[in-house]
């Protein structure tokens, strides 16, 4: 892939997508504690009505992604998840954590265990390289969501409480990798947080496991030349400190063999 594209399969082929999906297999409709929520379940399905209009392949990919990909969850869970101000999905594809946390500030039943509705006051906005996945994000969305059809690496952010980064970074080279994190730090607002999901290129068999499966992602969507760039959990952490970030982190590997971490860097309010 390009720069600042998302982990999703190549809309061409489904074969893309059961690998895809099987790559980040292992929460189904539970939270992270393993625990069924039926509200969790209730929540998927009315994000996967949204796609209604795309066709069935964009709807079912929706309806796996958020079944078996852990990553949107923890950003709706986030206690850093903005109550106001601006959101920036970068990569964001099919807007799909986007079209997540509007439902979720739409389903009626009030917040589960694991998550809060997000505010109305909550501005949604996604970046995405390839114009025919911002075409299915923003029939998804509507005006509940503005998406930009552009490299995230042309151009300045807007100001923004929350980025987003879900299997962007690795497809970008070194250089780019430093550059679009120096963009993202100064984009943020003081108090506001980047979150972001990369493997750790430090955990021996895991990261092996993860390599082979993205190599193989790539193949499937006939990206046979595709580059990767991937860094140690200590190295994303001295790149994101480099820039003024305060960083925690932690697995996302439950049910998986892969090497996944999720870091939430937050800009100081001073």
Not at 37 to 53: G, H, I, K, N, Q
Not at 211 to 237: D, K, L, M, N, P
Request: glycine fraction near 8%; charged fraction near 25%; proline fraction near 5%.
């Amino acid at each position: 892939m390009s720069a600042c594209l998302p982990g999703d399969a190549d809309h061409r082929s489904s074969k893309a997508l059961e690998i895809q999906v099987e790559q980040r297999s292992g929460f189904g409709a539970m939270n992270e504690f393993g625990e069924h929520e039926p509200l969790r379940e209730e929540l998927v399905e009315a994000t996967c009505r949204r796609y209604c209009t795309a066709g069935k392949f964009d709807r079912e990919f929706v309806r796996g992604k958020l079944r078996h990909d852990p990553m949107y969850w923890p950003v709706l869970g986030s206690p850093n998840l903005p109550s106001s101000g601006r959101l920036i999905d970068i990569g964001c594809g099919r807007g799909i954590l986007l079209a997540l946390l509007d439902s979720a500030r739409r389903l009626e039943g009030g917040s589960s265990a694991s998550w809060r509705p997000p505010s109305d006051r909550l501005e949604l906005v996604g970046v995405e390289l390839r114009p025919s996945l911002a075409t299915v994000a923003r029939r998804a969305l509507g005006d509940a969501a503005w998406i930009e059809a552009r490299n995230a690496a042309d151009g300045d952010l807007p100001s923004a409480r929350m980025i987003v980064l879900l299997d962007v970074l690795h497809y970008l080279s070194s250089t780019q990798q430093s550059e679009l994190l120096r963009r993202v730090a100064a984009a943020l607002e003081p108090g506001g947080t980047l979150v972001m999901r990369e493997a750790d290129a430090a955990l021996g068999r895991r990261f092996v496991a993860t390599r082979i499966a993205e190599r193989v992602c790539a193949i499937a969507r006939g990206h046979w030349r595709q580059g990767f760039t991937y860094r140690s959990a200590a190295a994303w952490r001295q790149l994101l400190e480099q820039h003024g970030l305060v960083v925690t982190e932690r697995p996302m590997w439950t049910g998986t063999p892969y090497a996944n971490r999720l870091v939430e860097a937050s800009k100081p309010s001073s």
